[in-house]
């Protein structure tokens, strides 16, 4: 079961990288960042492809490397970051991005499932070595 989460992990932050690509025209990004500053413009693209360079590494440990994030420290401290990465993402979306929008609150419950995703494997695999 873990292993089946840790594969759904994977897929999530692959869709996160996705959505992260698709910034530049979903938001009109060639227009909008024209109204800041070249270097208020230069730091938000480049941290939008910082971020889809981490979520990328989330994915490939989830698919690549599934036994050793349950089974090792490092490897649970690893998934423990990432749960608190998306628990943190969620919190953030909470308070700087308070408005009562339908496609506001789908991406607030989208961060719930990923810190959920993130979390069960780590919970599960803790049953499971207590045992």
């Not at 594969?7 to 690509?21: S, T």
């Not at 909470?94 to 989208?110: E, K, P, Q």
């Not at 499932?113 to 070595?129: E, M, N």
């Amino acid at each position: 079961m873990p292993d089946i989460l840790l594969f759904l992990c994977g897929v999530y932050n692959l869709a996160l990288l996705a959505f992260h690509a698709a910034f530049w025209q979903l938001f009109r990004w060639h227009k909008q960042l024209r109204k800041l500053k070249y270097y208020n413009r230069a730091i938000v693209s480049i941290l939008n492809l910082r971020l889809m360079y981490v979520f990328g590494v989330f994915a490939a440990l989830c698919f690549g490397f599934p036994e050793e994030l349950l089974s090792t420290s490092l490897g649970r401290f690893l998934l423990g970051s990432m749960a608190v990465f998306w628990l943190g993402r969620l919190i953030e979306q909470l308070i700087f991005l308070r408005v009562n929008v339908r496609l506001v609150h789908v991406l607030t419950a989208l961060l719930f499932l990923g810190t959920v995703l993130h979390v069960l494997p780590l919970v599960l695999s803790a049953l499971v070595w207590t045992r």
